[in-house]
């Protein structure tokens, strides 16, 4: 299983700068971020350049996550909405020429949406689904809020098409869940990705490395070990929550790196 990051982790540091040190730590793959100005992925000549770097340096691409796009504004009327897919579909061809499989989406689920907003959600991604399939990409749609929000991802997953439109699972928001890994046994079967961070209600901080919060990550690892989400690990990682703690980018990452390689080792040893 090969372990991957975002490049999210301290956007302080140039992309091209962070690839070579996620490259030397040990990762082999890398999702770019939501700050798309990051990156910028959403750029022709700028994602060129991207491709050039990830050969040069030995990762590929695993995923892109999108900006945040699906928000209430996007469904205020028929422009915005038109102007929200456009940029998603900016999104899709970033992840073609990169080679990224996965595009994650944050969608609009939270804040009580109304039917009509759902609605008109799932018709956009439908739409965004048959682009996806003709690029060869999966669409994960991501637990951003818990309670009532996962309901409406749920709803949203069984009305879009399975072979394009599937699920990524992030732990740190799972945790803010009344009814924390039900997501897992209810959607499970639709599993595409998953963002592997620990939480510190505590400190009130998410995106931990593993292994620094109070996630229990033997329970966690026993419920993904029988689900089918492909052949990466991806630590979706923050280091501004603990840059006390991890001063140094280099050692910050090799311990992204290693807390990786003890999940996926979890998990390996539960499927064998």
Known sequence: MDICINTGYDYKVPVMQSLGKVADAGFETVCFGMRHEHAGYHLAGARARLKARLREVGLRAHAIHAWSILTADAFADVDATAAAERDLVVCLEACEELGASILVVHPHVWGNPTPNVIDEEIRLLERLAVEAGERDVRIALENVSP??????????????????????????????????LELLDQIGDRLVTVHLSDRSPKLGVEHLPPGDGHIQWAELTARLAPLDFGDVLFTEVGRGGCVDQYPEVPAYLETVYARGRWLAGM????RT
Not at 147 to 158: R, S
């Open 147 to 180: 309670d009532t929000a996962e309901t409406h991802l749920i709803e949203m997953l069984q009305r879009l098409p399975a072979d394009r439109v599937g699920f990524c699972f992030d732990s740190a928001h799972d945790d803010r869940s009344s009814q924390p």
């Open 267 to 270: 998990i390996e040893e539960r």
